[in-house]
């Protein structure tokens, strides 16, 4: 009699098993959520490193010259950073380069790719940097300043914008020493780097031949050209 008891209480627990899950088919869909999807985008694009200008970035804003580079870049994200490849985007100011990198970072948000030394798929670790503080925190000798290179030099995909400041440095025979190593170490890991600068000054310094010489390896060079698609707060020109 136990024993009856025991398979009835069992066949009890699968019928419920198998009416649950029933149910669950016939359940329809939950709704999108736009302002939830809306504040998933801006918490992520925070969290890398982009101020609130860039947390709504349009494909409007960036030259058709960029756009269409960009986005087959994006269509091929998941491999561009297995193999540690990235850009070079080259303009004035105003023609998208910084939403660019916006949009860049929004396609990683959806990716997930196997590293070299990795067992499974994962969300790729972005970090968006304007050059001018990446240079500040290697002159800084601070703990934080180091943890920030450090994650810095080794996330899956970095953002580097406007990269040709590095002539404005008054050290910049010492500073560009250290940007040599630490696009080495990015070079050697296959961390993918996407960079921006506003005039190409940098890619004919022979100080920097080596680190320009292994980037033009590994990222696509994309030189445009057209005004600034800012419009003036009073709507002259």
Known sequence: MKRL??????????????????????????????????????????????GARYWEPRWDLVVSELAAPLRDFCADLPERLRTGSGMLIGGGV???????????????????????????????????????????????????????????????????DDFDRIHASPQSDWLLGRVEAFAETRYATLRSTVVTFNNTAPLADPRLARTVDRW??????????????????????
Not at 7 to 16: K, P, T
Not at 217 to 236: C, D, F, L, W, Y
């Open 5 to 50: 008891n025991e398979l009835i209480d069992v066949g009890r627990m699968q019928a419920f098993c198998l009416e649950q899950a029933a149910k669950a088919r016939m359940e329809p869909e939950p709704e999108p959520d736009p302002a939830a999807e809306r504040r998933a985008r801006q918490r992520w694009l925070s969290e890398i490193g982009f």
């Open 94 to 160: 105003g023609v998208g380069k910084t939403q660019s990198l916006a949009l860049l970072a929004l396609a990683a948000m959806g990716v997930r790719f196997l590293r070299v030394d990795g067992d499974l798929p994962q969300r790729p670790e972005v970090r968006y940097v304007f050059a001018p503080t990446l240079y500040e925190r290697m002159f800084a000798r601070d703990p934080e300043a180091r943890a920030d290179l450090r994650d810095w030099e080794q996330c899956d995909l970095l953002l580097l």
């Open 216 to 237: 033009r390896e590994t990222q696509q060079v994309v030189i445009v050209q057209g005004a600034s698609r800012r419009k003036p707060v009073n709507g002259g020109e």
